[in-house]
């Protein structure tokens, strides 16, 4: 964590950012380690360029984040009676935030932090501060690598238990049960609500799963993560329960192209929107563009969705260390859909993917 705090220095001084503040969520536990619940009460950790961070906080959730924050740090208490706003204000005074440039995350804070903040320090130039962040996290370790290893080998042998137990009659919510309770068993948990969408229901990308019973015919599209060590996997696959018919074979074929396109695509410096020319392209080619409805991968590490994002006109360097994910979809309304999505990281070689789960159409 220490060398996580002097890498924010060093951004902070190329950035020329006073200081950034931090809510729940993943950049909290990447610089950190703690795993809070936002809730309705105010949490923000503050890190200046110069001096020690600072922590406006619940009374009641001192204790554990004196007990895991692994580095010295001021904590502004608060309780429910008196509210956030002496707390805040005394943190504000002694970091010097009115008037300065605070960097903060433009997706992650909310309404009434931001004002609270605002309030306790007038003049305060709020700044978006998530390319910063993203620069941080982006790149992983190896010891992230390893722990991201660890929850794709728990993903793909829950998948393949929850595979081999589908049957005419299952209902959507009874297969996401079977395979979230393999995850389990290997001592992880869903790193996101488990997606199973069959028959027409697969020509939503993310459709809620329903009571609606598995037909001869189908295509079944599965999509989950597991967690290891707070870091998250995320795998799609698309089995068909007897022999699809012909238009959805082809699709299925044209997005397992897209998605080998689109990992060969990989390289240290290519940009994001390279990727998903190169997926999207084969879709486009095959007939089915305008079925293909969200860009063709997202970030992954520490939360399911963050940085880099593989969409047109995302042209930043992709560096070494980069992990995201490559998931084509084409989804035919009132006949159903397909979705292949791999985890890939950036090597310097060009790219591997992380997910080795067979891709070729099973049907059972």
């Known amino acids: 964590m220490s060398t996580r705090l002097e890498t924010l220095g060093a951004a902070l001084g190329r950035s020329g950012l006073d200081a950034v ?31 020690e961070p600072a922590f406006v906080l619940p009374a009641l959730e001192a204790p554990r984040a004196k007990a895991i924050v692994p580095f010295p740090m001021r904590y502004y208490t608060w309780t429910d009676d008196e509210g956030p706003a002496r707390a805040l204000a005394e943190c ?13 995350e433009y997706v992650g804070m909310r309404v009434f932090e931001l004002r ?5 320090a007038p003049g305060v130039q709020i700044e978006d501060a998530t390319a910063l962040f993203a620069s941080l996290r982006m790149t992983k370790s190896a010891e992230e690598l390893t722990a991201m290893r660890t929850a794709v080998e728990i993903i793909e042998t829950s998948l ?5 137990q589908i049957r005419v009659g299952m209902t959507e919510i009874e297969l996401a049960e079977i395979w979230e309770a393999a995850m389990r068993q290997q001592g992880s948990a869903p790193s996101f609500e488990t997606i199973i969408a069959s028959g027409p229901n697969a020509a939503n990308p993310h459709h809620t799963n329903s009571h609606r019973q598995f037909q001869q015919g189908d295509l079944i599209i599965m999509d989950g993560g597991a967690l290891f ?12 329960l007897g022999e699809p018919a012909p238009e959805l074979r082809r699709i299925y074929d044209l997005v397992l192209g897209a998605n080998t396109a689109g990992r060969e695509a990989v390289a240290p410096g290519a940009a994001p929107q390279d990727v998903d020319r190169a997926a ?30 593989i969409l047109e006109g995302n042209a930043d360097p992709l560096p070494v260390g980069a992990t995201f994910t490559i998931e084509p979809g084409i989804y035919v309304q009132g006949l159903g859909g397909v979705r292949i999505e791999d985890d890939v990281v950036v090597t310097e070689d060009g790219g591997e993917s992380l997910t080795t789960f ?4 099973i049907v059972l």
């Open 229 to 240: 060590g707070g870091y998250a996997s995320d795998i799609t696959r698309t089995v068909a």
């Open 280 to 309: 999207r392209g084969v879709i486009t080619a095959g007939g089915y563009g305008p079925q293909f409805l969200h860009r063709t991968g997202h970030g992954l590490g520490l939360e399911v969705h963050e940085p880099p994002y």
């Open 358 to 361: 067979e891709r070729e159409l």
């Open 160 to 164: 393949r238990t929850a595979i081999g």
């Open 21 to 51: 503040a931090v809510v729940a969520g993943g950049n909290l536990r990447y610089l950190t380690g703690l795993d809070l619940h936002g809730g309705m009460r105010v949490m923000v950790a503050f890190f200046p360029a110069k001096g």
């Open 116 to 120: 609270g903040i605002e309030q306790a």
């Open 92 to 104: 504000a005074r002694d970091l010097g935030l009115p008037g300065a440039r605070l960097g903060v």
